[in-house]
């Protein structure tokens, strides 16, 4: 069974940071390209940050340059983004994502960020 189980989000102030978790089972963690996403209500859910494989590779989203930093650890089947920085258009439901030829989706954990 598949599972993909965020954590680590709540309720911080401009300029502090938060450490999002996503811990995967029920499949092969370390074939999979990990992400994160996040979706404010009404809106797409928007690519926040992506890391291949074997983690050797990450893009991110212009707006979470220089702030977001993602990183995994295939060995606790676990993929970490770290946010500094944060602003309250940070604010939304954050989703990890796991891909190879299919994709699997977590349940989210909410991240807001208060002015």
């Known amino acids: 069974q598949v599972q993909l189980v965020e954590s680590g989000g709540g309720l911080v102030q401009a300029g502090g940071s938060l450490r999002l978790s996503c811990a995967a089972s029920?499949?092969?963690?370390?074939?999979?390209?990990m992400s994160w996403y996040r979706q404010i209500p009404g809106k797409e859910r928007e690519l926040v940050a992506a890391?291949?494989?074997?983690?050797?590779?990450?893009n991110y989203a212009d707006s979470v340059k220089g702030r977001f930093t993602i990183s995994r650890d295939n060995a606790k089947n676990t993929v970490y983004l770290q946010m500094n920085s944060l602003k309250p258009e940070d604010t939304a439901v954050y989703y990890c994502?796991?891909?190879?030829?299919?994709?699997?989706w977590g349940q989210g954990t909410q991240v807001t960020v208060s002015s």
């Open positions: 029920g499949f092969t963690f370390s074939s999979y390209v």
């Open positions: 994502k796991a891909e190879l030829r299919v994709h699997y």
């Open positions: 890391i291949s494989s074997a983690g050797s590779s990450t």
